[in-house]
């Protein structure tokens, strides 16, 4: 349990946009700033991964203190993959529990989209281990997961349909919110015959290249959200390091660090984002988290138990399929979605308003994972 709030939000349009870093960064920070009555800042936390070798922009935090009025106050940027925004919000989550702050503004940022794809693959590559045997074999973060994939396939019942229908889903949803980033509706016979990234994941199974920017304030000061935990692991970096190759431990670990701190399980929450960087991934995730039994997650996804109506809605947001995956802003998207789900104003919003909402962001192929849980009071 912790003694930390949200008392405001924001977030900018996701997709292919013609404002620089910086400025989605103002929008954002702004947004949640005049959403939480515009408080006195004590710090700055910006979660971000590729600003420096792709936009040639690094001080981000600095850059917000400025641009933003906010004083003379300690900025930091976080990096750890596409885990940036989660471990961003853990620093301002610490700095509120130690007493050194009362209230914190956290971002999130990524551009992406003025890229070449080359140029922003190379970038994303460096989340790997650059100097293992697999990173000079030629391994790729859809390579990663098209193994898992198959290694699944192999062990149970499940098949490529299934992932398809994670991706419908997360594209159902997508469509149904005003932010995300892919707004044209799609079908399943789409989805199955889409152009292959690498066996057996498509086109529609894979993350995209997004520009945005997320941000939220929190405070010690209460408020109807509450953080309720918040919970961070490093996991292995190497697919040969997997003790098995169908869980990612650092999802689990962190997962239980978090129902251990709040004080609940997985059969208490009511609404998640998790990191579907791959619609693998999200299979794992909710098996990882305790959602459902292991190598059963594709069951659930067959019984629409993950859909907006089922007892486990699952990024409801739209996920980083459909809502978009600017990195460093992706879990901070995550907390805001759910943030508005447990306000009850949310894109998507789920029956009954939720009391207890969890965010889990993956970075690398598993090297951390962050977990939060908020609460409606």
């Given at each position: 349990?912790?003694?930390?709030?949200?008392?405001?939000?924001?977030?900018?349009?996701?997709?292919?946009?013609?404002?620089?870093?910086?400025?989605?960064?103002l929008?954002?920070?702004?947004?949640?700033?005049?959403d939480?009555?515009?408080?006195?800042?004590?710090?700055?936390?910006?979660?971000?991964?590729?600003?420096?070798?792709?936009?040639?922009?690094?001080?981000?935090?600095?850059?917000?203190?400025?641009?933003?009025?906010l004083?003379?106050?300690?900025?930091?940027?976080?990096?750890?993959?596409?885990?940036?925004?989660?471990?961003?919000?853990?620093?301002?989550v610490?700095?509120?529990?130690?007493?050194?702050?009362?209230?914190v503004?956290?971002?999130?940022?990524?551009k992406?989209?003025?890229?070449?794809?080359?140029?922003?693959?190379?970038?994303?590559?460096?989340?790997?281990?650059?100097?293992?045997?697999?990173?000079?074999?030629?391994?790729?973060?859809?390579?990663?997961?098209?193994?898992?994939?198959?290694?699944?396939?192999?062990?149970?019942?499940?098949?490529?349909e299934h992932?398809?229908?994670?991706?419908?889903?997360?594209?159902?949803?997508?469509v149904r919110?005003?932010?995300?980033?892919?707004?044209?509706?799609?079908?399943?016979?789409?989805?199955?015959?889409?152009?292959?990234?690498?066996?057996?994941?498509?086109?529609?199974?894979?993350?995209?290249?997004?520009?945005?920017?997320?941000?939220?304030?929190i405070?010690?000061?209460?408020?109807?959200?509450?953080?309720?935990?918040?919970?961070?692991?490093?996991?292995?970096?190497?697919?040969?390091?997997?003790?098995d190759?169908?869980?990612?431990?650092?999802?689990?670990?962190?997962g239980?660090?978090a129902?251990?701190?709040?004080?609940?399980?997985?059969?208490?929450?009511?609404?998640?984002?998790?990191?579907?960087?791959?619609?693998?991934?999200?299979?794992?995730?909710?098996?990882?988290?305790?959602?459902?039994?292991?190598?059963?997650?594709?069951?659930?996804?067959?019984?629409?138990?993950?859909?907006?109506?089922?007892d486990?809605?699952?990024?409801?947001?739209?996920?980083?399929?459909?809502?978009?995956?600017?990195?460093?802003?992706?879990?901070?998207?995550?907390?805001?979605?759910?943030?508005?789900?447990?306000?009850?104003?949310?894109?998507?919003?789920?029956?009954?308003?939720?009391?207890?909402?969890?965010?889990?962001?993956?970075?690398?192929?598993?090297?951390y994972?962050?977990?939060?849980?908020?609460?409606?009071?």
């Amino acid at each position: 349990m912790t003694n930390v709030y949200v008392h405001g939000i924001g977030m900018t349009k996701f997709g292919k946009l013609d404002s620089s870093l910086k400025e989605l960064l103002l929008e954002a920070s702004t947004e949640a700033l005049n959403d939480a009555g515009r408080p006195k800042i004590d710090a700055v936390f910006v979660g971000n991964f590729m600003g420096g070798s792709i936009s040639n922009q690094e001080i981000l935090g600095a850059l917000i203190a400025n641009d933003l009025g906010l004083g003379y106050i300690p900025s930091t940027k976080v990096e750890g993959a596409c885990a940036s925004g989660g471990i961003a919000f853990r620093q301002g989550v610490i700095g509120v529990l130690s007493g050194e702050y009362d209230t914190v503004l956290i971002a999130g940022v990524e551009k992406m989209k003025h890229a070449s794809t080359p140029d922003v693959t190379q970038a994303i590559n460096s989340a790997m281990d650059t100097t293992s045997t697999e990173k000079h074999a030629g391994l790729t973060f859809p390579g990663f997961f098209g193994v898992l994939a198959n290694r699944y396939f192999y062990e149970t019942g499940a098949s490529k349909e299934h992932l398809a229908r994670v991706a419908l889903k997360n594209r159902e949803n997508g469509v149904r919110n005003p932010l995300a980033q892919f707004p044209k509706p799609t079908s399943l016979e789409e989805i199955m015959a889409a152009r292959m990234i690498t066996d057996p994941l498509g086109l529609f199974d894979c993350s995209p290249m997004t520009d945005g920017a997320a941000a939220i304030v929190i405070s010690r000061k209460k408020s109807p959200i509450h953080v309720r935990s918040s919970a961070q692991v490093s996991g292995p970096t190497q697919m040969q390091d997997a003790v098995d190759l169908l869980s990612i431990p650092a999802i689990g670990e962190s997962g239980r660090l978090a129902y251990e701190k709040a004080g609940v399980g997985p059969e208490d929450i009511d609404v998640v984002e998790i990191h579907d960087c791959f619609s693998m991934t999200e299979i794992i995730a909710t098996e990882e988290l305790g959602f459902f039994n292991r190598l059963e997650g594709w069951k659930a996804v067959e019984e629409g138990r993950t859909k907006v109506t089922g007892d486990k809605p699952v990024n409801t947001s739209g996920g980083l399929l459909s809502r978009g995956h600017p990195i460093g802003a992706t879990g901070i998207a995550q907390l805001y979605q759910l943030v508005r789900q447990l306000r009850g104003n949310a894109a998507n919003q789920v029956a009954n308003t939720p009391r207890l909402a969890l965010a889990q962001n993956l970075g690398g192929t598993g090297s951390y994972s962050t977990v939060h849980i908020l609460e409606r009071v």
